[in-house]
T-cell receptor
């Protein structure tokens, strides 16, 4: 079973716009990670946020984590056509010693 | 640095045939993972190795799947016999430490069972 659930399932935006994806999970975590997958480069790690952190930035990426609501969001600012991909949240489940991936959000950035 | 290497990239077999996938992790990464990814889903862990030891194989269908990691480096995942439902992408990943660190994924092997 998959703990993380991304929302929306699919998102289509124009180049230059911001894209926001959400992830909800069910049990306590050590950290939450976001990955991107496209046909060209496979699955690539984007950012890791620990359970005691609330916000993290990396370039055009901003991730927030609300452990009280068991949710996270990934914001991509000033999107580019090259950002077109599937985005997965993965939770490092406490006491589980494994990463559990959600089903992903498909992002399409139109130029 | 070289990434995670997997072969083959694509494999088409008939049901009941055996198949094997090979993975070479990033040098120095002692933790290796095999995942299966079905169409439209995220990867699901099959087995995790720390060095040579399989520390989590709870999701590996042991009646037909087997894996090994000799000398704590390369790994092989085998399916025998394959079933139609085994069609998926098989991903190998490695990390420098235990699961709490970021994982580096290979390109995957797309298996089609006919």
């Amino acid at each position: 079973s998959q703990q993380g659930e991304e929302d929306p399932q699919a998102l289509s935006i124009q180049e230059g716009e911001n894209a926001t994806m959400n992830c909800s999970y069910k049990t306590s975590i050590n950290n939450l990670q976001w990955y991107r997958q496209n046909s060209g480069r496979g699955l690539v790690h984007l950012i890791l946020i620990r359970s005691n952190e609330r916000e993290k930035h990396s370039g055009r990426l901003r991730v927030t984590l609300d452990t009280s609501k068991k949710s996270s969001s990934l914001l991509i600012t000033a999107s580019r056509a090259a950002d077109t991909a599937s985005y997965f949240c993965a939770t490092d489940v406490k006491y589980g010693n494994k990463l559990v991936f959600g089903a992903g959000t498909i992002l399409r950035v139109k130029s | 640095e070289a990434g995670v290497v997997q072969s083959p990239r694509y494999k088409i077999i008939e049901k009941k045939q055996p198949v094997a996938f090979w993975c070479n992790p990033i040098s120095g990464h002692n933790t290796l993972y095999w995942y299966r990814q079905n169409l439209g889903q995220g990867p699901e862990l099959l087995i995790r190795y720390e060095n040579e030891e399989a520390v989590d194989d709870s999701q590996l269908p042991k009646d037909r799947f087997s894996a090994e990691r000799l000398k704590g480096v390369d790994s092989t995942l085998k399916i025998q016999p394959a079933e139609l439902g085994d069609s998926a992408v098989y991903l190998c990943a490695s990390s420098i430490g235990r699961v709490h660190y970021e994982q580096y994924f290979g390109p995957g092997t797309r298996l089609t069972v006919t």
